[in-house]
């Protein structure tokens, strides 16, 4: 057994969820907050699988049914994913048509690149060293995809939290993506896992395609 986790102390707290929650649910208000014609079907049926999916999550995280809390949260995130990815391209396909005002084309770019950051901080948070159910299990976090700098302080002077050693919560990873999409790259955050490096790709595409192509047009640049 892992010296790790069979000396776990007796008094701890696990990572807590509701960051990652109030984040699922900001991208459904983002989502409901968009142009008719950058939706697909009435504005109320995205957020309200959201919270559809969103329910169980919480429950079956309280009640301990952990490999179902990995379903319904690894579900809830491709939802969000594939309505973040779909308003992208309906935007994009819109440019031609110019629909929007500059203004309106501006705010709905903001919207979504502020949903790719969330959508991505949330996809990082679920998958990085198993997750949040596999960190917990953990005293410590000593690897995973991403390099962060507390992992390479000396032993001594890491930080600790709840008497246990420091661990990543959703607060460093939604900075990884906000990093991500604002200088296209981890800063001080180094990639180790190719998987972690292709999904950070995909954002920083992402992120590229609304603020340079979209933004620029809605301030006729373009």
Known sequence: ???????????????PRWPAAIAILAVGGLYAALPHYL???????FPALVILLLVPTVITHRTGHHNVNRWFGTAVTVVVTIGMIVSVVLLILDLPARRESPTNLLRSAGSLWITNILVF??????LDAGGPHGRDKRFGHTDGAFLFPQMTMPHKGKPRENGR????????????AFNTST??????????ARWAKLVMMLQSLISLMV????????VNIL
């Open 1 to 15: 057994m892992n010296s790790d986790t069979h000396h776990l102390p007796e008094i701890w707290d696990p990572e």
């Open 39 to 45: 939706i697909v079907g009435p504005s109320w049926l």
């Open 121 to 126: 901080a949330l996809w990082y948070w679920r």
């Open 165 to 176: 050693g420091w661990s990543p919560n959703f607060a460093d990873y939604l900075f990884l």
């Open 183 to 192: 200088a296209f790259s981890p800063t001080d955050v180094p990639v180790l």
């Open 211 to 218: 603020l340079v192509l979209l933004a620029a047009r809605a």
